[in-house]
T-cell receptor, first 114, second 113 residues
Framework: DGGITQSPKYLFRKEGQNVTLSCEQN?????MYWYRQDPGQGLRLIYY???????QKGDIAEGYSVSREKKESFPLTVTSAQQNPTAFYLC?????????????FGSGTRLTVV | GENVEQHPSTLSVQEGDSAVIKCTYS??????FPWYKQELGKRPQLIID?????GEKKDQRIAVTLNKTAKHFSLHITETQPEDSAVYFC????????????FGGGTRLMVKP
């Protein structure tokens, strides 16, 4: 998956349940990001992390949590506080140390509330 | 924070014609402007990008222009082909300050054979 792997590809969540989306990269990128994409819309930033053990809220962080215990991993937890979690979730990474700034995206996780 | 507006939301062209998609941004500190192509159900793919010290960049049939004064940038696709049909997103960031991209709302390009 081009160096960044998201799993699972499809995820179903029951009301009141927390779920965790996995994102792993082997590109040695410093920065990692989580975006949410709703049908027919652009990508909105949920959380980002520039270094291990540090992360910052994006524009729509409410109802989500993350961790960055390893450089390679940036899991996203969708909590029961997220009122409308059905969406396509994309993880991305970028190397802040060189002069190539484009993101590498994972293949995405499609989350549906049942 | 940054706000990126993208127009049009849909664009239909005949094969062989040119297509132009326009974006405006609000934060004058933004200095990196990539364009992504996303096919249905797939991940976005970077197709071209430009930094604020450059006014234009070309890659075969694709070009991007940037007007820093007016805070707008455009994607130009010449000699369109059916495989160019997809959703295109513009974005903006400060590449030297965490590189958090703010995306436009997307343009659905349809190329009719």
């Amino acid at each position: 998956d081009g160096g960044i792997t998201q799993s699972p590809k499809y995820l179903f969540r029951k009301e009141g349940q927390n779920v965790t989306l996995s994102c792993e990269q082997n590109l040695n990128h410093d920065a990692m990001y989580w975006y949410r994409q709703d049908p027919g819309q652009g990508l909105r930033l949920i959380y980002y992390s520039q270094i291990v053990n540090d992360f910052q809220k994006g524009d729509i962080a409410e109802g989500y949590s993350v961790s960055r215990e390893k450089k390679e991993s940036f899991p996203l937890t969708v909590t029961s506080a997220q009122q409308n979690p059905t969406a396509f979730y994309l993880c991305a990474s970028s190397d802040l140390s060189d002069r190539v700034y484009g993101y590498t995206f994972g293949s995405g996780t499609r989350l549906t509330v049942v | 924070g940054e706000n990126v507006e993208q127009h049009p939301s849909t664009l239909s062209v005949q094969e062989g014609d040119s297509a132009v998609i326009k974006c405006t941004y609000s934060d004058s500190a933004s200095n990196y402007f990539p364009w992504y192509k996303q096919e249905l159900g797939k991940r976005p793919q970077l197709i071209i990008d430009i930094r604020s010290n450059v006014g234009e960049k070309k890659d075969q049939r694709i070009a991007v222009t940037l007007n820093k004064t007016a805070k707008h940038f455009s994607l130009h696709i010449t000699e369109t082909q059916p495989e160019d049909s997809a959703v295109y997103f513009c974005a903006a960031s400060q590449y030297n300050a965490g590189n958090m991209l703010t995306f436009g709302g997307g343009t659905r390009l349809m190329v009719k054979p």
